[in-house]
């Protein structure tokens, strides 16, 4: 047991990925501790000289920015870190784009960054030194058998004396085993060292992600609130104009039909079937009304039978292709099945597309539900238009993310990640 624990820990590909981290971070190291101190230095020396100083250090900052977005990505692509970024409101902020406001010298978003660079060489020299050495030395021993008989003068020596005879070269391998035993473990244990440094230089505090997380909450609340009424608004609207006439005109052709019952029953006949043909539109707009609110049989069956019967009604041709293995939370199925309504309507009305294409996926338990709605049409959606702004306030009521590319000529992409937690 122990044994194929050794062996799964020497081949897993988290000892890889923290090895390449930790070579990585000494060259990105020579690169971060170069250019902040560089501009540090000159950018302090030259203050006297106020804007060449100050453009320094905003170039100071600015770059330090983009080296911490860099590191984070490293962290999450190499040790499956993730460290959250500063919120916008934290974040150092400019005056004419080059002079940084005072303010921002204050705060740990400024320095935290900085310090990091700085410190991202002498940890990298000692982790990728270590780590190495362990791996190489490891290796070498482990092999010392098969080659120590080809070395110059016979075995390798130790204290200017050459060891001969399978005693010491089993010793080296004994060795060699030990330090490939520790490799793997120190690997990983420098890895959670590093995330561990770059988590508190870094990411923000605690009390600083709740407070961003309550102000996204209030404005997510604010735009559900939104959406709710533009909805109810429109609900209202389709019922005025649509299945309220339609009952109205149903009415009075009934009452027309009873007037005429005495004296002209031919007249009276036709009148009823009109106000039967009347009833029936407004049934069918009652039942479009409804399928387009929350269809029953998304409740009943799930989001591929709901969005089966969508693509049947849609004008243009739509190829569907739904895999969820679990299905999600009902207010996640209710959001993901109106993005692809609204999003087939758009396309219906707007893109001139003459083919659609609606991929919904599920990830992990609960983990997430993604949904990719794309045409050929002529492309040229606005973002921040009504309908697709409308979009992005449904998403962001269940902590999901929205994201549209739509250039000019097509073709037009709509992506949602909905969050089934």
Same mark, same amino acid.
């Given at each position: 047991?122990?044994?194929?624990?050794?062996?799964?820990?020497?081949?897993?590909?988290?000892?890889?990925?923290?090895?390449?981290?930790?070579?990585?971070?000494?060259?990105?190291?020579?690169?971060?501790?170069?250019?902040?101190?560089?501009?540090?230095?000159?950018?302090?020396?030259?203050?006297?000289?106020?804007?060449? *100083?100050? =453009?320094?250090?905003?170039?100071? &900052?600015? %770059?330090?920015?983009? /080296?911490? #977005?860099?590191?984070?990505?490293?962290? $999450?692509?190499?040790?499956?870190?993730?460290?959250?970024?500063?919120?916008?409101?934290?974040?150092?902020?400019?005056?004419?784009?080059?002079?940084?406001?005072?303010?921002?010298?204050?705060?740990?978003?400024?320095?935290?960054?900085?310090?990091?660079?700085?410190?991202?060489?002498?940890?990298?020299?000692?982790?990728?030194?270590?780590?190495?050495?362990?791996?190489?030395?490891?290796?070498?021993?482990?092999?010392?058998?098969?080659?120590?008989?080809?070395?110059?003068?016979?075995?390798?020596?130790?204290?200017?004396?050459?060891?001969?005879?399978?005693?010491?070269?089993?010793? *080296?391998? =004994?060795?060699?085993?030990?330090? &490939?035993? %520790?490799?793997?473990? /120190?690997? #990983?244990?420098?890895?959670?060292?590093? $995330?561990?440094?770059?988590?508190?230089?870094?990411?923000?505090?605690?009390?600083?992600?709740?407070?961003?997380?309550?102000?996204?909450?209030?404005?997510?609340?604010?735009?559900?609130?939104?959406?709710?009424?533009?909805?109810?608004?429109?609900?209202?609207?389709?019922?005025?104009?649509?299945?309220?006439?339609?009952?109205?005109?149903?009415?009075?052709?009934?009452?027309?039909?009873?007037?005429?019952?005495?004296?002209?029953?031919?007249?009276?006949?036709?009148?009823?079937?009109?106000?039967?043909?009347?009833?029936?539109?407004?049934?069918?707009?009652?039942?479009?009304?409804?399928?387009?609110?929350?269809?029953?049989?998304?409740?009943?069956?799930?989001?591929?039978?709901?969005?089966?019967?969508?693509?049947?009604?849609?004008?243009?041709?739509?190829?569907?292709?739904?895999?969820?293995?679990?299905?999600?939370?009902?207010?996640?199925?209710?959001?993901?099945?109106?993005?692809?309504?609204?999003?087939?309507?758009?396309?219906?009305?707007?893109?001139?597309?003459?083919?659609?294409?609606?991929?919904?996926?599920?990830?992990?338990?609960?983990?997430?539900?993604?949904?990719?709605?794309?045409?050929?049409?002529?492309?040229?959606?606005?973002?921040?238009?009504?309908?697709?702004?409308?979009?992005?306030?449904?998403?962001?009521?269940?902590?999901?993310?929205?994201?549209?590319?739509?250039?000019?000529?097509?073709?037009?992409?709509?992506?949602?990640?909905?969050?089934?937690?």
């Amino acid at each position: 047991m122990f044994l194929i624990r050794w062996v799964a820990a020497l081949l897993s590909a988290r000892t890889w990925l923290a090895f390449t981290h930790h070579v990585a971070g000494l060259f990105i190291g020579i690169v971060t501790f170069t250019v902040t101190v560089g501009l540090l230095f000159f950018g302090v020396g030259t203050l006297p000289l106020a804007l060449v *100083g100050l =453009a320094l250090l905003a170039l100071l &900052l600015r %770059v330090n920015g983009g /080296l911490a #977005r860099f590191e984070r990505a490293r962290f $999450a692509l190499l040790l499956d870190r993730q460290i959250p970024a500063w919120p916008a409101s934290e974040q150092p902020a400019f005056r004419w784009l080059i002079v940084p406001r005072r303010t921002a010298w204050r705060k740990r978003a400024t320095w935290g960054p900085i310090g990091y660079m700085l410190l991202r060489l002498p940890v990298s020299v000692v982790t990728s030194v270590t780590t190495v050495a362990f791996w190489a030395v490891g290796v070498a021993l482990v092999t010392l058998p098969a080659y120590a008989g080809h070395l110059p003068g016979g075995a390798p020596s130790i204290n200017g004396t050459f060891l001969r005879g399978p005693t010491p070269i089993w010793g *080296g391998f =004994a060795c060699g085993v030990f330090f &490939l035993l %520790v490799a793997p473990q /120190l690997t #990983r244990g420098f890895g959670r060292m590093d $995330a561990a440094m770059a988590s508190w230089l870094l990411a923000p505090p605690r009390d600083v992600l709740l407070a961003a997380r309550v102000s996204q909450l209030e404005e997510s609340r604010e735009r559900v609130v939104d959406a709710a009424e533009a909805e109810r608004r429109r609900i209202e609207r389709d019922l005025h104009d649509g299945a309220q006439q339609r009952l109205v005109s149903v009415a009075m052709e009934l009452g027309r039909a009873k007037a005429k019952f005495s004296d002209d029953i031919e007249g009276a006949a036709a009148l009823v079937d009109q106000a039967h043909a009347e009833a029936k539109a407004a049934l069918i707009e009652l039942r479009d009304l409804v399928r387009g609110v929350h269809p029953p049989v998304l409740t009943d069956r799930g989001l591929d039978a709901a969005l089966s019967g969508l693509i049947a009604r849609s004008p243009i041709p739509v190829d569907l292709k739904v895999e969820v293995p679990v299905r999600p939370r009902a207010a996640v199925e209710a959001v993901a099945y109106f993005v692809v309504a609204e999003a087939l309507t758009n396309i219906a009305k707007h893109s001139r597309a003459s083919h659609a294409s609606v991929v919904v996926e599920g990830h992990g338990f609960p983990g997430t539900l993604n949904l990719v709605i794309s045409d050929d049409g002529i492309g040229g959606a606005d973002a921040d238009g009504a309908g697709l702004s409308g979009l992005a306030d449904r998403v962001s009521g269940v902590d999901g993310t929205l994201s549209v590319e739509s250039p000019s000529g097509g073709p037009t992409i709509i992506s949602a990640v909905l969050p089934c937690g």
